[in-house]
């Protein structure tokens, strides 16, 4: 069975500064791999996503990820801090033969000015 | 497009009440998700549709759960008899289809209260 760990329920960063959410999955073979973000009373937006192909992938508003198989890792990283950035950044995976999106406990994102 | 559409935004029901949540998906989309938001349990999938048939259900707490999708564009979560462990964030997704490629779009939730 899949699984994810976001290392950090919480990060605060100031504005102007580099974010780093940190994303670990457990899967028997290489997942597919997702980074959504929630912000407040709203649904979840697919930020990136990893399936094939080049390994760092570059999604909206700036964000990156880069999916790294042998440290099972798929961290999410963006220069420089926004206030705009403060939400809720859940990370995913789902099996290449399946449909089923597993989801991290999520990380709360707060930007000081 | 309007996006997913979740009704009611908010609901308060007393424990026992029948519950029924409802979502519209994106016009075209065939395939329709269900999840759950809690503090302990995080997100996870109750269910998921594609072209109006329940193809995991594996997601759904226990029987006092029901899903289903008259057609392509409704799909109710009824839960019967209500109770307050219910209590939660109800997510609506959907997508062109179950694959990795196509993104699951998201509805603004239903918060549902269980007195």
């Known amino acids: 069975a899949q699984s994810v760990t976001q290392l950090g329920s919480h990060v605060s960063v100031s504005e102007g500064a580099l974010v780093l959410l940190r994303c670990n999955y457990s899967?028997?073979?290489?997942?597919?791999l997702f980074w959504y973000v929630q912000y407040p009373n709203q649904g979840l937006q697919l930020l990136l996503k990893?399936?094939?192909?080049?390994?760092l992938v570059k999604g909206i508003n700036g964000f990156e990820a880069e999916f790294k198989k042998s440290e099972t890792s798929f961290h999410l990283t963006k220069p420089s801090a926004h206030m705009s950035d403060a939400a809720e950044y859940f990370c995913a995976v789902q099996e290449t033969s399946g449909s089923r999106l597993t989801f991290g406990e999520g990380t709360q994102l707060t930007v000081n000015p | 497009d309007a996006g997913v559409i979740q009704s009611p935004r908010h609901e308060v029901t007393e424990m026992g009440q029948e519950v029924t949540l409802r979502c519209k998906p994106i016009?075209?989309?065939?395939?329709l998700f269900w999840y759950r938001q809690t503090m302990m349990r995080g997100l996870e999938l109750l269910i998921y549709?594609?072209?109006?048939?329940?193809?995991?259900d594996s997601g759904m707490p226990e029987d006092r759960f029901s899903a289903k999708m008259p057609n392509a564009s409704f799909s109710t979560l009824k839960i019967q008899p209500s109770e307050p462990r219910d209590s939660a964030v109800y997510f609506c997704?959907?997508?062109?289809?179950?694959?990795?490629?196509?993104?699951?779009?998201f509805g603004p939730g239903t918060r549902l209260t269980v007195l």
């Open positions: 997704a959907s997508s062109l289809g179950t694959s990795p490629y196509n993104e699951q779009f």
């Open positions: 549709f594609n072209n109006n048939v329940p193809i995991d």
């Open positions: 016009s075209g989309h065939n395939s």
């Open positions: 899967s028997s073979v290489p997942p597919y």
């Open positions: 990893y399936t094939t192909g080049a390994t």
